[in-house]
């Protein structure tokens, strides 16, 4: 005859009753499970440990992450009972940024991803804004670095995206990005270098746009640099803003597939950004970065610059942001402060002025698509208005990329 040992855990919804030749056990969905006593080796008793959660908390509720840089979330349980609980993590896309049974996240590729951590029937939330590094996409400047430079370069952007500072007064006016380059083992630097890289950042990294220019300071009582950021910005809102501009670029390259060309390519996203938006002026405040660019749909050649950047990068094109002059009259010989792009297609560099070509609606030009050198030596030039290469200087690119003597070789351009 077979036997049992059973073992009895005492709840509140499981009750256990002895009749006079069998044992009795209420489960909690009110059925009955009867075991013959007399097929019992031995009953014992446990006590189960109960663990209530009144709440869970994270250090964070947003935060932007650089691919391949690891972050751990800490969290907080209030909780009664004899035993911490257990929490269970979870992302809403592991492609994006998976996280362990820890907290700790790791950022794969660009893009938004909620991490949800729960213990007890409550839960908390961080919202992860993954952007991409300077391995996995093209950025020039970047490019340009020795290895040594680029550990700080990254170690800059990982702090300006979390919005990691000494203080957590995130709303103060020009919220501080300390720099803490001692603790990163980092023991030469100096100013001239901390306001290179935080320029080649901004002209990098599109998504790096809550920067005040590169304005950087130095907190003589911390012994720290600090960067500055818009005082209208809060890892939440970057958080949402980035979800939104993510999505628009999703859209935009939605027709983009593995085998078509890189020509394909660089035109799908021309045409595509300048359905989207419109030249929006210098009185939208948000003109010259992407949040013009891809949310306000209203932006101007900066914005539209960066946007273009931005697509590049998340198709896998190489392209550099560039400032300078063009001509607004032939007549006078006038000029004004532009920007633009010059992009790679086929192993040739070429401009892309996405400006030139739309920024108004219905309009879809190509005559600053995939350009050559002969277009710059007539309407455009890099030196700005004042006479400045504001692309190649102590604070920008060592170099630009060589365009290409003529226009691409596109048969159908109008």
Same mark, same amino acid.
């Given at each position: 005859m077979k036997k049992y040992f059973v073992v009895l855990i005492c709840t509140l919804f499981i009750q256990s009753v002895f009749a006079q030749d069998s044992l009795q056990v209420y489960k909690k969905d009110g059925s009955v499970l009867s075991i013959a006593i007399t097929e019992i080796d031995s009953i014992k008793f446990e006590k189960v440990a109960v663990v209530k959660v009144n709440s869970i908390s994270l250090n964070r509720t947003a935060i932007g992450l650089l691919q391949g840089f690891s972050y751990a979330l800490q969290p907080t349980v209030d909780y009664e009972g004899d035993s911490y609980p257990k929490i269970e993590w979870t992302s809403s896309n592991a492609s994006v940024a998976s996280v362990d049974n820890n907290g700790n996240i790791m950022p794969l =590729?660009?893009?938004?991803?909620? &991490? $949800?951590?729960? !213990?007890? +029937? =409550?839960?908390?939330?961080?919202? &992860? $804004?993954?952007? !991409?590094? +300077?391995?996995?996409?093209?950025?020039h400047g970047y490019s340009e670095l020795s290895d040594s430079d680029k550990t700080i370069y990254n170690y800059m952007l990982r702090q300006i995206l979390a919005f990691e500072s000494n203080s957590k007064t995130y709303s103060d006016i020009y919220h501080r990005v300390y720099l803490d380059f001692y603790s990163q083992g980092?023991?030469?630097?100096?100013?001239?270098?901390?306001?290179?890289?935080?320029?080649?950042?901004?002209?990098?990294?599109?998504?790096?746009?809550?920067?005040?220019?590169?304005?950087?300071?130095?907190?003589?009582?911390?012994?720290?640099?600090?960067?500055?950021?818009?005082?209208?910005?809060?890892?939440?809102?970057?958080?949402s803003e980035m979800a939104q501009i993510y999505a628009a670029c999703d859209d935009i390259t939605k027709k983009i597939t593995s085998s078509i060309t890189q020509f394909e390519k660089a035109k799908i996203i021309h045409d595509g950004y300048i359905d989207w938006a419109?030249?929006?002026?210098?009185?939208?405040?948000?003109?010259?970065?992407?949040?013009?660019?891809?949310?306000?749909?209203?932006?101007?050649?900066?914005?539209?610059?960066?946007?273009?950047?931005?697509?590049?990068?998340?198709?896998?094109?190489?392209?550099?942001?560039?400032?300078?002059?063009?001509?607004?009259?032939?007549?006078?010989?006038?000029?004004?402060?532009?920007?633009?792009?010059?992009?790679?297609?086929?192993g040739l560099w070429y401009m892309v002025d996405i400006t030139a070509d739309g920024g108004f609606a219905g309009m879809c030009g190509y005559s600053g698509f995939l350009t050559g050198s002969n277009t710059y030596s007539e309407d455009y030039r890099y030196e700005s208005v004042s006479g400045s290469d504001e692309n190649v200087s102590s604070v920008s690119y060592s170099a630009l990329p060589t365009v290409s003597t003529t226009n691409y070789d596109w048969v159908e351009r109008p």
């Amino acid at each position: 005859m077979k036997k049992y040992f059973v073992v009895l855990i005492c709840t509140l919804f499981i009750q256990s009753v002895f009749a006079q030749d069998s044992l009795q056990v209420y489960k909690k969905d009110g059925s009955v499970l009867s075991i013959a006593i007399t097929e019992i080796d031995s009953i014992k008793f446990e006590k189960v440990a109960v663990v209530k959660v009144n709440s869970i908390s994270l250090n964070r509720t947003a935060i932007g992450l650089l691919q391949g840089f690891s972050y751990a979330l800490q969290p907080t349980v209030d909780y009664e009972g004899d035993s911490y609980p257990k929490i269970e993590w979870t992302s809403s896309n592991a492609s994006v940024a998976s996280v362990d049974n820890n907290g700790n996240i790791m950022p794969l =590729k660009a893009g938004s991803v909620t &991490i $949800t951590a729960k !213990a007890g +029937g =409550k839960d908390a939330q961080c919202v &992860i $804004t993954v952007v !991409a590094n +300077g391995e996995s996409v093209y950025r020039h400047g970047y490019s340009e670095l020795s290895d040594s430079d680029k550990t700080i370069y990254n170690y800059m952007l990982r702090q300006i995206l979390a919005f990691e500072s000494n203080s957590k007064t995130y709303s103060d006016i020009y919220h501080r990005v300390y720099l803490d380059f001692y603790s990163q083992g980092i023991t030469s630097i100096d100013q001239n270098k901390v306001m290179r890289l935080t320029n080649l950042i901004i002209k990098d990294v599109p998504e790096a746009y809550v920067l005040v220019n590169y304005i950087y300071r130095y907190d003589y009582t911390n012994y720290q640099y600090y960067l500055r950021v818009v005082n209208s910005c809060t890892p939440e809102g970057y958080a949402s803003e980035m979800a939104q501009i993510y999505a628009a670029c999703d859209d935009i390259t939605k027709k983009i597939t593995s085998s078509i060309t890189q020509f394909e390519k660089a035109k799908i996203i021309h045409d595509g950004y300048i359905d989207w938006a419109d030249y929006g002026g210098v009185s939208n405040a948000n003109c010259g970065n992407i949040t013009g660019a891809f949310i306000t749909k209203k932006a101007v050649c900066e914005g539209f610059s960066r946007a273009y950047l931005m697509l590049c990068q998340r198709v896998g094109l190489k392209c550099v942001y560039v400032t300078g002059a063009m001509r607004t009259s032939t007549t006078t010989d006038s000029w004004g402060n532009h920007a633009w792009n010059i992009a790679e297609v086929d192993g040739l560099w070429y401009m892309v002025d996405i400006t030139a070509d739309g920024g108004f609606a219905g309009m879809c030009g190509y005559s600053g698509f995939l350009t050559g050198s002969n277009t710059y030596s007539e309407d455009y030039r890099y030196e700005s208005v004042s006479g400045s290469d504001e692309n190649v200087s102590s604070v920008s690119y060592s170099a630009l990329p060589t365009v290409s003597t003529t226009n691409y070789d596109w048969v159908e351009r109008p």
